[in-house]
Each structure stands twice: as structure tokens, then as C-alpha cells.
């Protein structure tokens, strides 16, 4: 069904990172809707490792310049876009002098968790959500893919849930084996700020339980790896949300 507006949102998208199974799938997924005469657009963090000159991105003036508060603390949000090299697909990263200038991309020299990877997290699905509604561009689809892209069902479903722009919008969450990191336990008092309260994953923040938390937030949920490690699958198996098992990229158009 072509000439539907997709977007995808992710932590993760090669050529720009190492290949892994969610870089490969979000690439090859975003292409081929792209290729079937989609409107599709790419959301990811623009992460220090991501080189600009050899990816040719160039900041986007009109949609920069915003600010998001998070936990009372005025943030600016800078957009670059770049085309998937090769392709006319477009693809619009997040960034920000304090939250995506490190050269790791999760963890500190010593091999901890970054001490804001949970504000990182929070500034990154804002961002998303207002500079789609600045490009006045209405997604058909509302495609998740990384633990970042977690908080946005999180954010639509509290802090938006009294704008409409998404009204319209379907949202698929894929799940994968990533990493799993402890969040600071702050992050409650952070979201509080945004009148966010009452969180499972609160009880002990980590990557993996805001993606638990978002399963039963959205229209559709997918087996992004074909098999997900004990706590993930359980939450797969247990949830009321439509889901599907893994498909392979080119089948993608089946679920849309």
C-alpha cells in the first residue's frame, strides 16, 4: 500500500553505526517502504561517532532553535538531516551540545552508564515529537525501534495526550536484544516535571523497562530479533497489544 507517510524512529541505522541486526533492519526496512513510493522519514540521535563530513550532514536552520525542558532545565534542540547514501530517503538527527558530542555512545570511559543517559532518553523522544509536528508532516505509521524510542508512546500517552496531531498516527514498537543499562533512579522526579508519575518502570529504571513499559502503549508490537532474551519475551507473550513475530524487512509492508 504505497503513499503512506512512515516514519521511523530509532536508536540505531547503518550506514551510520556498526552493523547490528536493529542498524541492518531499520535501514533495510526504511528502504524498501521508500522504494515502494512511501513518504518515509528516519528520526535517530546524533551521536558524536556519527561523522558529519564523510555522512555530508548539514543542520536544518528552520526546525533548530527550540528549546526542551527537561527537569527545569532550558536544553536547545539542533536538527541535522542527511540522505541515506545513495538514496533520496531522509534522514533527521537529533542533537545537542551536553546530551550527543561523547564518543560512546552509552557509557563513560570507566564502562558506566552515563549518569543522564535518562534525560539523553527524554530529550531525544521530545525532540522527536516537535519537530515532526514543526515539519506539519502526519505520520500514517509510527515505527519504534531502540530503548530511546521507548519514551515516546510513554510521552504521547501523558504529557500529549491532550494534543491531537498523533491522533491519526499507528504506532509499531519492534523489540531487540539490546544491551541492557540501569537508568538513574532520578528519572522519576525528572518526569515528574512533565506531570509523568505512576511508571512501572520506575521501580527499577533500566533500558529494558521503559521498552517493557511502552509494549502496552502501542497499536502494534514486533519481534525485531526472531528470538527475544527471558524478560522481553515474557512481556511479548503477556501483552494485550496486537503482535506479530519477526518478518523478515521485505515483508514489512504486510504489517503497515
Given at each position: 500500500m504505497p503513499n503512506q507517510k512512515?516514519?521511523?524512529v530509532t536508536t540505531e541505522m547503518s550506514p551510520y553505526q556498526e552493523d547490528n541486526n536493529m542498524a541492518t533492519m531499520v535501514s533495510k526496512m526504511a528502504l524498501k517502504m521508500h522504494q515502494d513510493g512511501n513518504d518515509v522519514r528516519v528520526f535517530m540521535p546524533k551521536f558524536?561517532?556519527?561523522?558529519e563530513r564523510k555522512f555530508q550532514l548539514h543542520?536544518?536552520?528552520?526546525?533548530?532553535?527550540?528549546?526542551?525542558?527537561?527537569?527545569d532545565l532550558d536544553q536547545p534542540l539542533i536538527i541535522k538531516v542527511a540522505s541515506l547514501p545513495g538514496e533520496r530517503l531522509q534522514v533527521y538527527f537529533i542533537d545537542n551540545e551536553e546530551y550527543f558530542k561523547r564518543k560512546q555512545f552509552y557509557i563513560d570511559e570507566e564502562g558506566k552508564p552515563y549518569a543522564d543517559n535518562d534525560e539523553r532518553a527524554i530529550f531525544f523522544a521530545r525532540g522527536v515529537i516537535e519537530t515532526i509536528k514543526k515539519l506539519n508532516w502526519v505520520p500514517d505509521v509510527i515505527h519504534l525501534n531502540g530503548w530511546m524510542a521507548s519514551f515516546i508512546p510513554v510521552y504521547l500517552k501523558t504529557f500529549y495526550k491532550n494534543d491531537s496531531y498523533f491522533n491519526d498516527s499507528k504506532i509499531v514498537?519492534?523489540?531487540?536484544?539490546e544491551e541492557n543499562m540501569a537508568l538513574s533512579e532520578s528519572v522519576e522526579e525528572k518526569m515528574?516535571?512533565?506531570?509523568?508519575?505512576g511508571l512501572k518502570a520506575f521501580k527499577k529504571p533500566s533500558f529494558q523497562s521503559f521498552v517493557i513499559e511502552s509494549i502496552d502503549l502501542v497499536d502494534l508490537v514486533i519481534k525485531g530479533d526472531e528470538f527475544l532474551e527471558e524478560d522481553l519475551n515474557s512481556a511479548f507473550a503477556e501483552t494485550k497489544t496486537t503482535k506479530s513475530e519477526y518478518i523478515d524487512a521485505e515483508l514489512i509492508n504486510t504489517l503497515y
Open positions: 512512515i516514519l521511523y558524536g561517532q556519527i561523522s543542520e536544518v536552520i528552520r526546525l533548530s532553535g527550540m528549546n526542551i525542558i527537561i527537569n514498537l519492534s523489540l531487540y536484544n515528574k516535571f512533565d506531570n509523568i508519575t
